[in-house]
Structure formats: C-alpha cells, structure tokens
C-alpha cells in the first residue's frame, strides 16, 4: 500500500522536483498498517500500529473509517495530523464512483472539492486516493499537483 502512495505522491510532484528530492521526507516511516492488513490478529495489529506511532512521526496521517481509530486517534504528529475518510475527516470523501477500468471520487479538503481518478479500481482505491491525498497536502503539494499524480498514476 506505501509503495502505491508514494508513487501518487512522487507523480503529484514531478512537476516542481528533482528525481534527487522525490523521497519520503526524513522521519516519515514508510511503513503502514490497515484494518485490512492480512494475517495479523487485532492485538497485533494494535501493537503495530502503536510501535510506528512511538517514533514520533513529523506527521500523521489516519484513516477515520478504520475500524480502530478511537484508538489510533490519540497519537499525534510533531508537525501535523490530518485524517481522511467519509466523515468529519481533514480529507473528506464526498462520493465516488467505481467502474471496471477505474475508480473517481469527490474530496473536499479545507472548503476546496476537486476530483480525483485513477485507474485503479475498486473501493480500496477511493481510501488511497484520500489518503495520498492528505499525504500530499501534508507536504505542502497544491491540488492541481496532487490531481495529476494521482490521474498520472500506473501500477
């Protein structure tokens, strides 16, 4: 899944930096965890997510649709926090529309709505367009930026 954000961030940031400045920013692990991570039982997923956080991460970025975010909410970035997800998130997923060959959505971040696609398809996409989305705007990318890295995507 990192390795998927990165790529939509990196595309979103083409446009404005060198091949040499187009990595994760220092302290941000890239590691990342999911209530969809397979293999692992809920206690081990908890304590996953709980050592990433224990490295004091400049920023975090949550998933407010995961099913244990009341837990997860309690950790804090240095710099920032932002969330994504279809409700009260900094990143709100407004709609999305998902066909064969690709996915859109409608997201909303700071009273601004723009839309995104990719073709990636299915409802995961929609979560990883969001949070690429809040990953990027973290980072100081603009949305006409973000838009096109995400559109730029290919897997």
Do not use: W
């Amino acid at each position: 899944h990192v390795e998927k954000l990165y790529e939509m961030i990196n595309d979103a940031r083409t446009l404005t930096l060198s091949d040499a400045e187009k990595v994760p920013p220092k302290g941000m692990d890239t590691r990342r965890f999911s209530d969809d991570t397979p293999d692992m039982e809920p206690k081990e997923y908890l304590d996953n997510e709980k050592t990433l956080f224990d490295m004091n991460p400049e920023i975090v970025v949550l998933n407010k649709d995961d099913i244990n975010y009341d837990t997860f909410s309690e950790f804090k970035g240095k710099d920032k926090t932002l969330t994504y997800g279809q409700t009260d998130a900094d990143v709100k997923i407004l709609n999305s529309k998902l066909y064969a060959r690709g996915t859109e959505a409608t997201l909303s971040i700071k009273s601004e709505l723009f839309n995104v696609a990719t073709f990636e398809t299915g409802e995961t996409a929609v979560s990883y367009m969001a949070c690429a989305t809040a990953i990027a705007f973290s980072l100081g990318i603009g949305s006409d930026k973000i838009i096109d890295g995400i559109a730029n995507y290919e897997s």
